[in-house]
């Protein structure tokens, strides 16, 4: 059974830095497409960033919002995602969700808040 456990959330005030982490089970890590997504309330659930099987930072893809400030990265041997956030803004305030791609099923973890706010 494909699982995804976020972690690492909370509050930070703007400028701050969080990481978040993604335990991962029930698949092989390796194989996988693994991304983060954001959803703030009233809006869609939207792409932060992804990272391919090798976990090189030329198989990475950043939102335009976020690029230069998140860093996502991936430990094949612990079958863990991160997304480390630097310069956090307000409007980074959402609910933060690990995505696994494995061919064509997509798996979700439970998501993590990020609250940024003074």
Known sequence: QVQLVESGGGLVQPGGSLRLSCATSGFTFNTAVMSWYRQAPGKQR????????SGSSASTNYADSVKGRFLISRDNGGNRVYLQMNSLKPEDTAVYYCRALLGTYIGWGQGTQVTVSS
Do not use: F, M, N, T
């Not at 939207?46 to 099987?53: F, H, M, Q, T, W």
């Open 46 to 53: 939207e792409l932060v960033a992804s990272i391919g099987r």
